[in-house]
Nanobody, 125 residues
Framework: QVQLVESGGGLVQAGDSLRLSCAASGRTFSSYNMGWFRQAPEKERQFVAG????????RYADSVKGRFTISRDNAKNTVYLQMNSLKPEDTAVYYCAADPKNINVYASRNEYDYWGQGTQVTVSS
């Protein structure tokens, strides 16, 4: 089992950047595929980005391609989401999630077993 704690959210203006971090407990982090999801008020939680266990394969939602970058540092048990050129529509609670199956980088939230508590990102226009 792994516990996930997100940080780095905040209030920024459109066009600004933020870097989210997700710190994981446990010695098995390096064997998990990781994902970032977000949920805006009254909307379903949606996939943002994912990365495989060794950081070689990444996947992005179309809405963030070219603006967001997911990365990980297995030595620090941490996964990151660098968010550039932020837009008001990026406003949401951002969650990191872990998939222990290590088969594919999935976009479906149903494939992820462990979730953090979320961090709020608010982008003003």
């Amino acid at each position: 089992q792994v516990q996930l704690v997100e940080s780095g959210g905040g209030l920024v203006q459109a066009g600004d950047s933020l870097r989210l971090s997700c710190a994981a407990s446990g010695r098995t982090f390096s064997s998990y595929n990781m994902g970032w999801f977000r949920q805006a008020p009254e909307k379903e939680r949606q996939f943002v980005a994912g990365i495989n266990s060794i950081g070689r394969i990444t996947r992005y939602a179309d809405s963030v391609k070219g603006r967001f970058t997911i990365s990980r540092d297995n030595a620090k048990n941490t996964v990151y989401l660098q968010m550039n050129s932020l837009k008001p529509e990026d406003t949401a609670v951002y969650y990191c999630a872990a998939d222990p199956k290590n088969i594919n980088v999935y976009a479906s939230r149903n494939e992820y077993d462990y979730w953090g508590q979320g961090t709020q990102v608010t982008v003003s226009s």
